[in-house]
C-alpha cells in the first residue's frame, strides 16, 4: 500500500506531499521524506557507486527499513519525486511505471500558467489525479 | 547425525593449519627442523583459487608434522575422504644414506613404499653428511643422490633435492620452499575437485534433502576451511556464501516449512551474529536438519569472522544490518513461536555487537573517505536500529511517557507491529509493586502558547487491545474486554493515573476509539463503570467481580481465565517475560528502569546522532539532535537543548519544512525563554508567526503575537533587531517607477504585507533605496510619513522623499521600530500577476525570496523642466495694449500647482490685476525646439498661418494679482500660452525726443536702474519719430536707421515660476518683446518748384505682421510754409485714401506746400539756427490694424472692449519732419592767402595772412545793422585765430576787431606771425568769425588743410665750435 507520495522542490523544499494512511499522522511523512533527501543527494554525488546511469531518474529504493520502503526518482530539473510504501515486496517495474505517470502529472501541474514555479502546488486536480495513480499502483498496465 | 557433526566440528577445530608431513626415514628431522622452521612462513607463495586462478599470498603459514605424529596417524582412511581438507598437503620424505647397496636394498625398496600412494604430493630430501674434504664419501653421496633422482624424478617434475649439512645453501632451502608450495597447489587442486565432485553428486537432486544437507554442509565448510587453512578466504567466504544460499533456498521448500526454528534456548535473545562458537554445531541441529534460528546466525559469522579476517569491517557492517532486517523479518514470521519479544530484543542486541565489532577494527587510516562515511552511515543506522527496538520495549514495559511523540520517533513506530505471541504473557504472582509503578504516568507536558495538537502515535494500534486479543481466554468481540477497554480509555483520556502514557497507549493513531470499541460504547447502557461491578452484567461477571488488587496478588494462574488486563497489567506483564528472557546485561539495566530507560536511550539517540553527522547525512543527524534535545529541556539542561533545536530549526527553516518546524520551534522557544535570552525568544515567536498558513491556529498566532508585542513594550531593555523577511513583504506599488527629477522631494508609496495575525502599531517604518548601477552611490533611507498601524494583510504606507539624487533606486530593507524591537524585512516581492494587483500575504509571493529587480524610483539628471518663451517676441504695437502671449511648456514635469510671478521692465506696464487668459498650445508644439518658434515667426511666409498654435482650444480665465498666476492642473503637463495684456509705453516731447516712461515694475532692481538712467532703450529711438529732412541727409542715415530699428523699442518682462514638489523649484527667465510703431516713414523732398513751392514725398514702411489700413493722412507744417493755394495737407491725390497696407509692405503719400514769403521770414531767419531743431512738420496719420495676436500686432484691447461696435477703431501715428529754408549767398569769404615761405622750417617764423572779403551787400548782423549802419559804412566784425599751442606759436593779436566795409568786395587782411613747434604736417591756424552764422560764411579751402613743416636747419657756429 503507498503510504504516501511527495514532490520536493530543487531547494529540497516540499512542493506536494500526500498520504494516504487513515490517521492524521502525515508529519511523520514529512520526516520520512525530508531525511530521504539525504539518500537522494548521497546517490546523486556518487553515481558511480550507485550504479545509476546520468541520465536514469529513478533512483530505487532509498530506505531499506524493516515497516516502510522508500523510493525516489529525480527529475531533469532537479525535482524530487518520493514514494512511500509499506508493501515489503514491490515489483520494481510497478515503481517505475508509478514514477512515470507522476511525473506526467506533475508537469501537467505546473505547466499551468497561474503556478508559480517552485511553489507549493495546490491544484486540486494534480491531487485527485496523484490520487488515481496511487489506486491503480500495482494495477497491471495496458 | 549430532554425533556426526560434533566429530566433524572436533576435527575442524583441529585442523587450523596446513598440515605439511614429513617422512622421516633416518631420524634426520632433529637435525633439520630447525632449518625448515625458519622458512615459515612461505612468503610469496602461489596457489590457485577454486576457479584455477594464481593468487600470491604474502604469507602462508604451515606446520610440519612428522607422519609418525599421533594427530596424523588417529586419522582412519573413511575420515580422510571427507575430511581432507585436514590432510597433509604435502610430506617431505628425509633420507641419507652414505652406502649404494644399503639404499638398493633397504631405502629404495621403504621410499617406494612411502611414495606408492598416489593421492599425496611428496618429495625426497636427501640429506648429505659428508665434508666436503673428504673427496671419496661426497662422491659416494652423490652416486647415491643421482641414483635417487634417476628412481623417483621424471622429467615433467623434479622429486628429489640434496641438502649438504656442512654447506650453508641458500639456493637449497628456496628449492625446498618451492617444492612444498609446489606440492600443496597440487594437492589444494586435487581436493577442491574432489569436493566439487562430492558436492555435485549431493546436488543433483537440485535441493539437498534435510538429512543430505548436514553432509552438503559438512562438504562446503570443509571445503571453505581448506580455503581458509591455504589463506584463500575470499574462495573461503564464496563458499559460505553459497551454503547460506542454499539454505535458504532449501528452507523455502514446502516439505521443509514443519521444522523447528529454535530461538528457545536460553540466552538466544542475545544475538549470535558474530559468534559461531557460541553453540557447537550437534546443538544446531535438530530432528536432522538446522535450526533455521542458530544456523543462520553461525553462517552469517562464519561469514563476519572471514571479512573481519580481510580487514573489511565496512562490509560486515553492511551485510550484518542486511541480515539484521532480513533476520528480523523472519523472526517476525516465526513470532508466535517465539519467546515474546524476542525479535525486538534481539534485533537490539544484534545491532549492538555488530557496532562494538565492527568500531573495534575499524581504522578509518586504511579506508577511503568514502568508505568511511560508509562505515559510520552503517553505524549510525545500525544505532537508529536499536533505538527504535528499544523504544518499543519500553514502551510495552510502560516508560511510554519517556518517550516524545516526534515524527521521527512517530515515523519508526507507527508502523512497527506490536509483538504478536501466541499468547500474551501473563501476570507474574508478585507483580502488585510492579503493577502500582506502572500506574504512575510521567506529568504530561504542554507545548507553550498553548498549542495543542493531537498526539502523534508511537504504535499502529492499541496495545490494550492487542494484548487482550492474544490473551488465551479472550477474542476480539468478547464484551467484557469492551468494557474494560473503555474504561481503561476513558481512564487514560481523563485522568491520572493514566495520564500522557496511557493516551499513547491506548488512542489508535488516529485518535479515533477502533470500530468495535466505538459501536460498543454506542450499544452499552448506562453506567458502564457500575455494569463492570454489577454482578449480573455478563458470563464473566465471577471474574470481573474480583478487584484489580485482588487479581494482582492472585497471579498468573488466576489471571490466565480473568477479565482482561488493564494497561499497568499489560505493561507489568510485559516487562515480567522480558526481563526474565533478556540476558544482555546493559539491555537488563535499561529496562530496569525508566531512568535508566531514558539514558539508555539517549546513548543510543547520541550514537546515532554523531555516526549519522560524520556520514555526512545531515538531516538524520540533526532530526536525532532534536530527540536529545528534548531529553535535556526535559532534565533542565536548557542551553544545550536550546543549542541543538537551534540546528533542528536552521535545518527545516532552510530547506522550507514548516510542518516539521512548527514541531521544534514552540519547544525551542520555551528552552530560550527558560535562559532568558528574550532576543532569541523573539526570533522564536517571529518565526513561529511566519510558518505557513494552517500551521498555527488563529487563536495560537494571536497569542503568540501578544508576547511579542509584550516583549518589544516591556522586557526587553535593550535594542533588538530581528529579521522578519518572512512575515513582512514589501513592494512597489505596481506600474511604472515614480519620476522625479534630481533635487525633488516625493512621497513613494509602497504595499507592506503584515502576516502578524493582529493588527500592529509600529513606532516608526522606513525602507532603504538602493541606487542601481552605481556602486559608489550609498543606501538612501526614507521613512513614513506617520507612524503605521499595519493590519494583516496589505497595508498602503506612503514614504517620504527627501530630494534625492540623480538614478534608478530599487526597495532595499524595511525596517520598523516596535518599542525595543526592530524589525527588518528583506523580503521584496516580486511583481507578479498577484502582487501588482494586491496579493495577499496568503498567496506565493508572500514568501517570494526573489531579489528586486525592478526599479521603484527613477531620479532623472538636471535638466530643463520647464520652458517659457514669447508666442511672439518681435513687432508688437507699441504704446497700445497688446496681448502678450507667453508659452509655458512643461519638459516631462508636472507643474500642477505652479504659480508663475510676472514683472515687467522700464516701458512696459502690466496690469498688476487682471485677467488672463489660458490656452493649451497644439500638440505640435509638444516635443518641438521652442528655440525655433521666433524664427518660424519671424518668417513672412508663415505669418498667416502658425502650425505651433492650434487654436480652438478651450480658454480658461485666470486671475492675476500681485503680478501672481497659478497655473490650472490643465497647463501641468502640456503646453499651454498664458495670454497677458500689457502695454509698451513710450512717451514723446514737444521737440521729438523721448523719455522713458516711470517705471511700472516692482522689482527694486528696475528702479535702481531708473535712477541711474540706465535705461537705453527709449532713448535710442529718437531715429523712429524724427521723420528726418531732405533726401541728402535721408541717404545719409537710412543704414543707421535700420540697425537701430532691432534695439528699438526692446521691452523686457521678468518671468519666474514656481514648481516642482512644494514648490520647491524655481525658473526665472527675461523675456525680450519688441514694440514697434506701425510705419516706418522716410521723406524727402522731390521737386522744387520756382513758385517757392514743394513736394514733399513721404515713404510709409509697414513694420508689423499685420495689416494695415491708412484711413486718413495730414501734413501739419512748422512756421515758414504753408499748404499750397490752403489745402488742408491731405495727400495727393486725396482719393488714394484708404490706402491698405499688407505686412512689411511699402507705400508712399505725396503732399505739397511752399515758403511762407511774408515779413515773418527775416524774423524766422534771425532766429533760425534755434527754430529749425524746436519746430518741426508732423504728418499724422490715422490707421486701422487687423492682426492676430499669435502672430504679431493686432487691435488694441481698450479699443475692442470700448467700442465693441466698431471693429477697428482708428488709431494715430505721428512723424515728424523738419522742413528747411532753401540757404541763400554767404556774406563774407574768408581764404588764407598762401604761406610767405615754401618749406617752412621749424622755428622759422612766418607771417600767416587771411584776407575776409565781403560778397553780398550788408551787414552780417542784424543788430549791428541797426545801431551802427548809419554811423559808417564798415561793420566791426570779431576774429579769433585759433591754433593748437602744441603746434604753433604765435605772436601778435589773436583776437580782435577788424572794420570790415559794408560794401560789396570790401576786403580786411588779417597778418599774424606765427612759428611752427613740430615737425610733420600740420593744421596751420585758423581764422573764425565768432559773430557770423558759419552758414554765412564760404571758406576757402573749404576744409582744413595741412603744412608740412620741415626740420630747422643746421647751426654752424656749433659747428666751429665742435
Known sequence: MIACVAVVGQQNNPLFIESFTEGEDELKFHYIVHCSLDVIQEKVSNPKKTGSAMNETFLGLLYPTEDYKVYGYLTNTRVKFLLVTTDQDVRDIDVRNFFRRFHAAYVDAVSNPFHVPGKRIISKAFTERVGAIVKSFGAPTT | MATFLAHYQSIKKSAQRLVVAIADVNDLWPTVKEGFEARVPFRKACLNSKFQNSVILDKLPVEYILTTDSRLRSRTPQEQNAFCFQEPFAMVVLVTCEDLEEYKTILKPRLKEITQNEEREWFIVFVSKAQLANDQAGKLTRKIYNKIEVDFSNKKRERCCKLDMHVADAAFWEDVESKIVECIRFSLDRRVLFYEEEIRNLTENHHPQAGSFVNYFILKESLASMFQMTQLQDDALREYEELEQSYLESVNLSSMKQRKFGGHDHGDDSAALLDSHRKPLSQLVEDDTFREFDFRQYLFACQAELLFFLNRPVDVAARGYSFIISFSRLLSDNEKSLPFSLREVWVLTACMTLIKETEERFSARSMTIEAEKEFHRLQADLYSLARVKLMRLGDLIGYGGNIERTPCNSANLSMLPWPKPNIWPSIPSDAADRISLKGQFSEKRSKPFGITRKPLPLAPTLLLRDANRRRASLSVGNIPEFLESRQSFKESIYGSPAGDNASSLALSPGGVPPAPLRSMSMSANGDLTGSLNSPGAGPSTPIRSVSFGTTAKAGAATNRYDRPMKLPEICAAAEFAIQ????????????????????????????????????????????????????????????????????????????????????????????????????????????????????????????????????????????????????????????????????????????????????????????????????????????????????????????????????????????????????????????????????????????????????????????????????????????????????????????????????????????????????????????????????????????????????????????????????????????????????????????????????????????????????????????????????????????????????????????????????????????????????????????????????????????????????????????????????????????????????????????????????????????????ELEVGSTVVIKYQIVGDRALGAHSPLTCLKKDSMQEHPLLEFKSFLVLQMPISDPFLAVGMLPLPVDNPCVGEQMILQWRVERITEGTCKPSYTSTDQKLDDVEHLYYEVEADPDHWMLAGRKKGWFFMPQQNGGRVVVSLVCIPLIVGYVQPPCLLLPGVDKTRISNTPAGPHSICILPPPLCSSFCVKK
Open chain 2, 580 to 1171: 526474565s528472557m533478556v540476558t544482555d546485561e546493559k539491555l537488563l539495566k535499561g529496562l530496569s528502569s525508566a531512568e535508566n530507560f531514558e539514558d539508555f536511550l539517549m546513548e543510543l539517540t547520541k550514537a546515532a546522532a554523531d555516526s549519522y553527522h560524520q556520514s555526512w547525512r545531515k538531516r538524520h543527524g540533526v532530526v536525532l539532535d532534536g530527540e536529545v534535545a528534548a531529553f535535556y529541556s526535559r532534565h533542565g539542561n536548557y542551553d544545550s537543548a536550546a543549542k541543538l533545536y537551534e540546528k533542528v530549526c536552521a535545518m527545516y527553516s532552510g530547506d522550507g519544512w514548516h510542518a516539521l518546524l512548527a514541531e521544534v520551534l514552540p519547544d525551542l522557544a520555551e528552552c530560550q525563554k527558560q535562559l532568558e535570552d528574550l532576543a532569541g525568544y523573539l526570533l522564536s515567536c517571529i518565526k513561529l508567526l511566519s510558518l505557513e498558513k494552517g500551521l498555527l491556529e488563529d487563536s495560537e498566532r494571536h497569542t503568540v503575537q501578544s508576547e511579542v508585542l509584550w516583549l518589544a513594550h516591556t522586557e526587553l531593555k535593550n535594542p533588538v533587531s530581528v529579521d522578519v523577511s518572512t512575515l513582512i513583504t514589501f513592494s512597489g506599488r505596481g506600474g511604472s517607477p515614480l519620476k522625479l527629477c534630481e533635487g525633488d522631494p516625493g512621497s513613494l508609496a509602497i504595499s507592506v504585507w503584515s502576516g502578524f495575525p493582529g493588527e500592529i502599531t509600529l513606532d516608526a517604518l522606513s525602507v532603504t533605496l538602493i541606487a542601481t548601477f552605481t556602486a559608489e552611490e550609498g543606501v538612501k533611507v526614507v521613512r513614513s510619513a506617520q507612524a503605521p498601524s499595519l493590519k494583516p494583510g496589505k497595508n498602503d504606507v506612503v514614504m517620504v522623499l527627501p530630494p534625492q539624487r540623480a538614478g534608478s533606486y530599487v526597495l532595499g530593507v524595511l525596517t520598523g521600530q516596535l518599542g525595543q524591537l526592530r524589525l527588518r524585512s528583506h523580503t521584496y516581492c516580486m511583481t507578479s500577476a498577484l502582487s501588482s494587483k494586491g496579493g495577499s500575504p496568503e498567496s506565493d509571493d508572500f514568501l517570494s525570496l526573489e531579489r528586486p529587480l525592478r526599479p521603484v524610483l527613477e531620479v532623472s539628471e538636471p535638466r530643463p523642466l520647464v520652458d517659457i518663451t514669447c508666442v511672439v517676441s518681435w513687432g508688437l504695437l507699441i504704446n497700445e495694449p497688446q496681448w502678450l502671449g507667453l508659452v509655458i511648456r512643461p519638459i516631462d514635469y508636472s507643474l500642477k500647482g505652479s504659480i508663475l510671478h510676472l514683472s515687467s521692465g522700464s516701458g512696459l506696464q502690466i496690469e498688476e490685476e487682471q485677467i488672463c487668459e489660458i490656452e493649451a498650445a497644439g500638440k505640435l508644439l509638444k516635443g518641438s525646439n521652442q528655440k525655433q518658434f521666433p524664427k518660424d515667426h519671424g518668417n513672412p511666409s508663415s505669418a498667416g498661418e502658425n502650425p505651433f498654435i492650434v487654436k480652438g482650444k478651450e480658454k480658461q480665465f485666470l486671475g492675476m494679482k500681485d503680478g501672481k498666476v497659478s497655473l490650472p492642473d490643465s497647463a501641468s503637463d502640456q503646453a499651454s500660452i498664458l495670454w497677458l495684456r500689457v502695454r509698451a509705453v513710450q512717451r514723446m516731447q514737444k521737440n521729438g525726443f523721448l523719455t522713458p516712461s516711470p517705471p511700472s515694475s516692482p522689482l527694486k532692481a528696475y528702479d535702481k536702474d531708473m535712477a541711474n538712467g540706465n535705461i537705453l532703450e527709449d532713448s535710442t529711438t529718437l531715429s523712429n519719430f524724427s521723420g528726418l529732412l531732405l533726401g541728402q541727409d535721408d541717404k545719409k542715415h537710412g543704414s543707421s536707421r535700420s540697425k537701430d530699428n532691432q534695439t528699438i523699442g526692446v521691452r523686457k518682462l521678468d518671468v519666474k515660476l514656481e514648481y516642482g514638489a512644494a514648490l520647491s523649484r524655481t525658473y526665472e527667465r527675461t523675456l525680450t518683446v519688441q514694440f514697434l510703431d506701425p510705419l516706418r516713414v522716410v521723406s524727402r523732398v522731390i521737386a522744387k518748384g520756382s513758385d517757392s513751392i514743394i513736394f514733399l514725398q513721404v515713404t510709409l514702411i509697414s513694420q508689423l505682421n499685420a495689416s494695415i489700413t491708412i484711413e486718413d493722412a495730414e501734413l501739419v507744417l512748422q512756421p515758414g510754409f504753408v499748404h499750397v493755394n490752403g489745402e488742408s495737407g491731405r495727400p495727393f491725390p486725396s482719393s488714394i485714401l484708404p490706402l491698405v497696407m499688407a505686412p512689411s509692405s511699402e507705400s508712399a503719400l505725396l503732399f505739397t506746400a511752399r515758403y511762407e514769403m511774408s515779413g515773418k521770414r527775416s524774423e524766422e531767419y534771425s532766429n533760425s539756427v534755434q527754430c
